[in-house]
């Protein structure tokens, strides 16, 4: 008679994901996996049917909270502007460690999305763009933002930023050079 999984998936794959992030997939072992996990080898095998399975799982799950998280950040202030900028504060205000760690989606992107087609498309579906094109396109309609920006190309710009910024948080850019990057980026934006 089979056994019952007895653990909790989506924690099983959280803890999956911190190692990922860590150490990256290539250097992430079945053995660190399975350690963090706290599950036999076999159940990480009937449940996520390998490593790649896991890790694809892994990007799911930060990709749904990475997106509600960012929703969240560019709805937290009465102004647009003001929210995409404290956005892009949190990568240079964000701890050493978590500095250092980068993004999970941005690790994943340079490791992985080039030779892994199934990671790439995971990737690309996210909810990132759509959310920030919103937002800027609020921050238009209140004035904050020039009106004659193409939302969608502007929206791009701010993600393509921050996937600048922390790539640059975690070869050691300073934070207050960070900081200076939001500045510069945020003020050729404003409305004239």
């Known amino acids: ?10 924690e099983a794959v959280r803890r999956a994901m911190a190692v ?16 963090a996990m706290g599950i036999g080898r076999q159940s990480m095998y009937d449940t ?6 896991l890790y694809l799982e892994a990007v799911r799950l930060y990709q749904a909270e990475y997106g509600a998280n960012l929703m969240e950040r560019l ?4 102004s647009p502007l003001a929210s995409i900028r404290e956005f892009l504060l949190t990568i240079p ?12 989606s941005v690790n994943a992107t ?15 579906a996210n909810i990132g763009p ?9 921050a238009q309609q209140k004035g904050e933002l020039n009106p004659r920006l193409d939302a969608r190309i502007t929206a791009n710009y701010l993600l393509a930023t921050t996937a600048g910024l922390r790539v ?10 960070l900081r200076d990057i939001v500045d510069f980026a945020i003020a050729g934006l404003k409305a004239q």
């Open 75 to 78: 709805h937290s202030k009465p």
């Open 130 to 138: 759509e959310v920030m094109t919103r937002a800027v396109r609020e």
């Open 168 to 177: 640059s948080a975690k070869a050691g850019l300073p934070p207050a050079a």
């Open 48 to 53: 996520f049917g390998d490593k790649h399975g």
């Open 1 to 10: 008679m089979a056994r019952t999984k007895e653990f909790d998936r989506e």
């Open 20 to 35: 990922f992030w860590e150490q990256g997939y290539e250097a992430s072992s079945t053995e660190d996996l399975l350690r």
């Open 110 to 124: 340079t490791e992985r999305a080039h030779s892994d087609p199934e990671v790439a498309s995971l990737l690309k």
């Open 93 to 104: 205000n964000g701890s050493p460690q978590v500095r250092a760690r980068g993004c999970f």
